[in-house]
Antibody, heavy 125, light 106 residues
Framework: QVQLQESGPGLVKPSETLSLTCTVSGDSIGRGDYFWTWIRQSPGKGLEWIGYIYSTGTPYYNPSLMSRVTMSLDTSMGQFSLKVTSVTAADTAVYFC?????????????????WGQGTKVTVSS | EIVLTQSPATLSLSPGERAILSCRTSQSVSNFLAWFQQKPGQGPRILIYDASIRATGIPARFSGSGSGTDFTLTISSLEPEDFAVYYCQQRDTGVTFGQGTRLDIK
C-alpha cells in the first residue's frame, strides 16, 4: 500500500524559503507513469496546484508560481521535495503531496489517487 | 487559466436522497475532469477521474458524467458518511480546481 507523508517547518518568516519533503513508502518513485505532485489549500484560494515532477525527474510548474518554485526527486531516498522562495502571508496554507497516476495519456487527465495528510505552513514573523 | 464553477455552493439533503452536483468549466476540457471528496482535517479523496471512471474502492452509488464544459457528479442514495465537501478538478490545460460544493445533512 503506497503512502505519502509530508514533513517540514510549520512556520516560515516572510521573504524566506519554504522547504517541504514528501516521503513515499510502498512504491518506487523512479518508475511508472506517475507525477509526484504538490498541492496547497487555503481558505482564500481553495485548492491550488503548485506543480509536479515526473518519475524521470522532469518538473512542471503552475505558471502563476513558477518564478518561485523548485521541485526535485531523490529516488534513492524515496522522497520528492518542494522549495518556494520569497514567501509572503499569501503562501500560508496546508500543503499536500499527492501522486498523479496517468490514465490513457500522461499529458492530460489521470487521477490524483493518493494523498498525504497535509502539513500546515504559516508565513509570519 | 481554466476556471471551474461548481453549483450549488451548498446542498442540504437527507440520507437516502439523491445528490446531483454540477461543475462547469470556462473552456472545454474534453473528458479530463475528476471529482474529489474531502472531510475536515483530511486530504481530498479521489472519487471519479476522466469524467466517468470510478476510482478503486469507490462505491457504485457515485457516478460521473459529462464532457466538454458541463459535468455532473451523482450520488444515487446518500449514506451518512457522504456528507462532506466535493471538488471538481481539470487536467486538460494545467491543473485547476473548483471552489467546492458542501453537502450538508438536512
Amino acid at each position: 500500500q503506497v503512502q505519502l507523508q509530508e514533513s517540514g517547518p510549520g512556520l516560515v518568516k516572510p521573504s524566506e524559503t519554504l522547504s517541504l519533503t514528501c516521503t513515499v513508502s510502498g512504491d518506487s518513485i523512479g518508475r511508472g507513469d506517475y507525477f509526484w505532485t504538490w498541492i496547497r489549500q487555503s481558505p482564500g484560494k481553495g485548492l491550488e496546484w503548485i506543480g509536479y515532477i515526473y518519475s524521470t525527474g522532469t518538473p512542471y510548474y503552475n505558471p502563476s508560481l513558477m518564478s518561485r518554485v523548485t521541485m526535485s526527486l531523490d529516488t534513492s531516498m524515496g522522497q520528492f521535495s518542494l522549495k518556494v522562495t520569497s514567501v509572503t502571508a499569501a503562501d500560508t496554507a496546508v500543503y499536500f503531496c499527492s501522486r498523479l497516476r496517468c490514465s490513457s495519456s500522461c499529458s492530460r487527465g489521470g487521477a490524483f489517487d493518493i494523498w498525504g495528510q497535509g502539513t500546515k505552513v504559516t508565513v509570519s514573523s | 487559466e481554466i476556471v471551474l464553477t461548481q453549483s450549488p455552493a451548498t446542498l442540504s439533503l437527507s440520507p437516502g436522497e439523491r445528490a446531483i452536483l454540477s461543475c462547469r468549466t470556462s473552456q472545454s476540457v474534453s473528458n479530463f475532469l475528476a471529482w474529489f471528496q474531502q472531510k475536515p482535517g483530511q486530504g481530498p479523496r479521489i472519487l471519479i477521474y476522466d469524467a466517468s471512471i470510478r476510482a478503486t474502492g469507490i462505491p457504485a452509488r457515485f457516478s460521473g458524467s459529462g464532457s466538454g464544459t458541463d459535468f455532473t457528479l451523482t450520488i444515487s442514495s446518500l449514506e451518512p458518511e457522504d456528507f462532506a465537501v466535493y471538488y471538481c478538478q481539470q487536467r486538460d490545460t494545467g491543473v485547476t480546481f473548483g471552489q467546492g460544493t458542501r453537502l450538508d445533512i438536512k
